[in-house]
């Protein structure tokens, strides 16, 4: 019997193109490249072909190339000074497709982790339509929902954090916007318009909501 000790072979690594990619690695490279736009790095058309590439990628051997041609991030000193890597603002406002929320004799919601842009409209019949900023990312500094509620609702709950004003009107009906006004001057702002007819449209913070907490989430997995 051959008593001899083998010493034990290393347990062999996945190679990146194998190794299945996490919510964690996308929100990662997707940051990377919202701040690439924000820089000049990228056009918006580049920046949103890559971004969609991102969250069709299986693996983390598909998110790397990405980002290939960028800068590394410049980690937590850079974040702290500019914890919000907008696009570039055009004079004229929210640029680009409105996305459109409707619910007649139905529900419509988007809450969550997701991606808000510069316009949404928000259309019940009869209906509801809930969307939950609290855990959004916000591309653009200004977003605009214009909220249409007809024997239906509208509710829209942001971070306690953020900016947040309205106009409108309410027929028989019921129309709120909770003003905020954030200390921090660069924080997103959130403005709601439109009315409502035998219903409701309402928008508030959400207690205990912060939007640093998920920055904050998003800059540690810079440093990954």
Do not use: C
């Not at 990405?66 to 914890?83: F, K, N, Q």
């Not at 007649?104 to 009869?126: C, D, E, H, P």
């Not at 913070?205 to 907490?213: A, L, N, V």
């Amino acid at each position: 019997m051959d008593l001899e000790k083998h010493p034990q072979q290393p347990t062999a690594r996945a190679e990146p193109d194998v190794i299945r990619a996490s919510d964690a690695d996308r929100d990662r490279i997707a940051d990377i490249l919202r701040e690439a736009m924000a820089e000049g790095r990228l056009t918006a058309e580049e920046h949103g072909e890559r971004v969609d590439a991102v969250y069709r990628a299986k693996t983390v051997g598909e998110l790397e190339p990405l980002v290939r041609d960028l800068p590394a991030s410049g980690g937590a000193t850079r974040a702290a000074s500019a914890p919000y890597a907008y696009a570039p603002e055009t004079p004229a406002g929210p640029t680009g497709p409105a996305e459109n929320m409707v619910a007649v004799f139905s529900s419509s919601t988007r809450k969550g982790r997701w991606r808000v842009g510069g316009r949404t409209n928000a259309f019940s019949l009869f209906g509801s339509v809930e969307i939950d900023l609290t855990e959004a990312l916000f591309g653009q500094r200004l977003t605009v929902i214009n909220a249409t509620a007809i024997f239906g609702s509208v509710e829209i709950r942001v971070p306690e954090n953020i900016s947040l004003r309205g106009s409108g009107t309410g027929i028989f009906g019921n129309f709120e916007v909770v003003t905020l006004e954030s200390g921090d001057p660069e924080a997103p702002v959130v403005v709601v318009n439109g009315y409502s007819a035998f219903g409701s449209v309402e928008a508030k913070p959400k207690r205990g909501s912060f939007i640093e907490d998920l920055q904050d989430r998003l800059r540690k997995h810079l440093g990954h």
